[in-house]
């Protein structure tokens, strides 16, 4: 009888189960909400133009500056959401003391990786 009622209770778990979360689009104006410490995990800057965000959950976010200097060298950021409890394409990233304010923040595939140079006379 107990391996009826865990067998039944197994079938029965998924209907009560949550709904799948929607998809990301890539490419759509995005938004981090910061409940909690950390809600970025880690960044990428491709450029001093382009920097790439993950979150906790690991989704990817592609944000546009217009030119912050030190950005693609950067392995500390500052984030200002300007007394908001998210961040998004009204807010700035600090670098190295520079306040360098968003163009966008769209959601992204995984940002691409940087091609080491081959050595010379090798």
């Known amino acids: ?15 009560f189960a949550s709904p799948p979360a929607a998809p ?4 759509e ?3 981090i909400v910061f409940p909690h410490h950390r809600a970025i995990r880690t960044f990428r800057a491709v450029s001093d133009h382009v920097v790439y965000f993950q979150d906790r959950s690991r989704r ?4 546009e500056v217009p ?3 030190g950005l693609q060298w950067a392995h500390v950021i500052g984030f ?3 007394g908001s409890s998210s961040f998004d394409r009204f807010s700035s990233i600090i670098v190295e003391g520079q306040r360098c304010r968003l163009l966008s923040l769209k959601t992204s595939g995984e940002p691409p990786r940087r091609v080491k ?3 010379r006379g090798a």
């Open 117 to 119: 140079k081959a050595k």
């Open 24 to 27: 990301v689009v890539e490419g």
């Open 29 to 31: 104006e995005a938004r």
């Open 60 to 63: 990817w976010y592609r944000a």
């Open 67 to 69: 030119g912050c200097l």
């Open 1 to 15: 009888m107990k391996k009826l009622l865990l067998l039944a209770a197994a079938f029965a778990a998924p209907a």
């Open 80 to 82: 200002d959401t300007h």
